[in-house]
């Protein structure tokens, strides 16, 4: 796989804009790549298209608001190790490793991602399957980062039978941007290694943001899962200038839909670093959150959800106002097409 990881090899693609050439990688930054298949998505006429929002940097990355931070959903604070983040009671997240073949400037992970510190050790694996093992209100673990992909199929594989061997039952979910990313990752060996995990199911996560990234080689990728067997869901991210159109957000979903992926997450953008330029206000995403809801189907509309900052965690926010009546009697729920219904509050 070929990728372009500098501001001078992207020139020889892109005539760069003025705040494009003078972004400048510094520690809240994620570092620069995109691959050869995300470049070739990319409008090279259009300065604000939409891909290239989301993989080529510009200085506005460089300034940070007042309320934003590295870490916004504090993660290091529920860490049981380096690796492994234990937030939530049944579920937990080990990252993998740091490093992706393609860099998406909205990454919320940034206190971690591309800080070139490379693949969990041995180490750690075993350290975070004792800890998996000795905790059986975990029911499911995040192999995430990073992107788990990565890792050499041997690599990932030896992964997975260190977690399994301790816990037999554990449910994977095997987050990657690979389908997006560079498709052709995800052939036929990585399925056969996958596959020969069977004593629990594993489910993929991906994340697709906007429909023109739902190209034929990305749909032969999560064809080859699905056709194994693997569930695929997708999580993706509200970003300003990308996806923050209800009719963009109906295609994607419904392009999702149509493939065999259910669309899971749609997140409001974490108060990271340098991410102020793809922030949405959270009225305008309540809004496009409700008129999506009026063009797609129940199967195709993900959750909305914040992930709160200071590790306040993940909320959905509906379509739907719910409040008491003042008799005490009553709910009154406002419909997303703005009337008020009533239900008894027994
Ligand atoms: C989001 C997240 C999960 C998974 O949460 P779900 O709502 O079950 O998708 C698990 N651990 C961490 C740390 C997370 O941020
Ligand atoms: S693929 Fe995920 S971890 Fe990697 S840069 Fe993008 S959002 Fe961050």
Request: charged share 25%; hydrophobic share 35%.
């Amino acid at each position: 796989m070929s990728q372009i990881r500098t501001l001078e090899a992207l020139e020889g693609y892109l005539d760069l804009t003025a705040d494009e050439k003078a972004w400048r990688e510094d520690s809240s930054t994620v570092p620069l790549a995109i691959t050869e298949h995300y470049m070739s998505l990319i409008d090279k006429e259009d300065s604000s298209d939409p891909l290239r929002r989301q993989v080529v940097p510009s200085s506005v990355e460089n300034h940070s608001a007042v309320w934003e931070d590295m870490d916004p959903l504090a993660e290091e604070a529920h860490s049981v190790n380096h690796r492994l983040v234990h937030r939530y009671r049944n579920r937990v997240a080990f990252l993998v490793t740091d490093i992706c073949p393609m860099y998406c400037r909205h990454c919320f992970r940034r206190r971690f991602t591309g800080t070139m510190q490379g693949p969990a050790s041995l180490r750690e694996i075993e350290e975070s399957a004792g800890y998996v093992a000795s905790h059986c209100e975990v029911k499911e673990i995040l192999l995430t980062g990073g992107d788990v992909l990565t890792l050499s199929d041997s690599s990932l594989s030896n992964l997975i039978s260190i977690f399994r061997k301790a816990r037999p039952d554990l449910i994977i979910r095997l987050c990657t941007r690979y389908p997006v990313s560079d498709p052709k990752r995800i052939d036929n060996e990585l399925i056969r290694v996958l596959k020969s995990f069977d004593s629990a199911p594993i489910y993929v996560m991906t994340q697709f943001n906007h429909p023109r990234e739902l190209c034929d080689e990305s749909k032969i990728a999560i064809s080859r899962f699905l056709s194994a067997g693997f569930s695929v869901f997708n999580q993706s991210v509200l970003l300003r200038n990308v996806n923050d159109d209800p009719e963009v957000l109906a295609k994607l979903f419904e392009g999702l839909l149509a493939v065999g992926v259910k669309p899971y997450y749609l997140f409001q953008g974490d108060l990271v670093s340098g991410t102020s330029d793809f922030r949405v206000p959270l009225e305008k995403g309540i809004e496009i959150f409700r008129q999506l809801s009026e063009l797609v189907s129940g199967l195709a509309l993900p959750v909305y959800a914040i992930d709160l900052p200071n590790g306040g965690g993940k909320v959905t926010i509906g379509t739907g106002d719910l409040s008491k009546d003042p008799s005490g009697e009553f709910w009154q729920i406002r419909t997303p097409d703005g009337k008020c219904v009533k239900y008894p509050a027994i």
